[in-house]
């Protein structure tokens, strides 16, 4: 029961980090960029890669688009928590929404965005679903190796 009350909490953080300013780009008068339209954005490298467009991709666009997958994975995490008997496709893919955080940072560090609140609530929110997984490991005791004393 924890668990799921973690997770719903988690999903309604990152659902509504979507909804507030998650970038500032560069230069005063740029207005700040939403969550929504960040993952949209985020996504337009990764539409031209699988049209075949991959001349002279940067790394940048690179990063973007591997931070594109991130909320995509993410939903393919949430379904895989379903199935119990999936656990390894749920860490692995976890592990890819992990990666994908990291290269939204590199993306604003190299394009000198300033990340802002639905940023942070976008992590936060991804934190807490993931930290699930790791929570219920504690949730299992460990049988006592044979011959060990106590």
């Known amino acids: 029961m924890r668990l799921r009350l973690q997770l719903a909490i ?23 960029v939403a969550g929504w339209l960040c993952a949209l954005i985020a996504l337009a490298p990764l539409a031209a ?3 075949g467009q991959w001349q002279g991709v940067q790394l940048e666009a690179l990063l973007m688009a ?5 909320n995509p994975f993410l939903l393919v995490y949430l379904v895989l928590r379903i199935w119990p008997r999936l656990v390894k496709s749920r860490r692995v893919v976890g592990l890819l929404v992990l990666a994908g955080i990291v290269s939204s940072w590199m993306v604003m560090s190299k394009s000198s965005f300033k990340p802002m ?22 949730s299992f005791k460990s049988e006592p190796s044979p011959g060990a004393s106590d």
């Open 66 to 70: 591997v931070s594109g997958l991130t």
């Open 49 to 51: 890669l699988v049209r």
């Open 10 to 32: 988690g999903f309604c953080i990152y659902v509504a980090a979507f909804l507030l300013p998650a970038i500032q780009p560069p230069g005063a008068k740029i207005a700040p």
């Open 117 to 138: 609140i639905g940023h942070f609530l976008w992590i936060a929110g991804i934190v807490i679903i993931l930290a699930t997984e790791v929570w219920s490991l504690s």
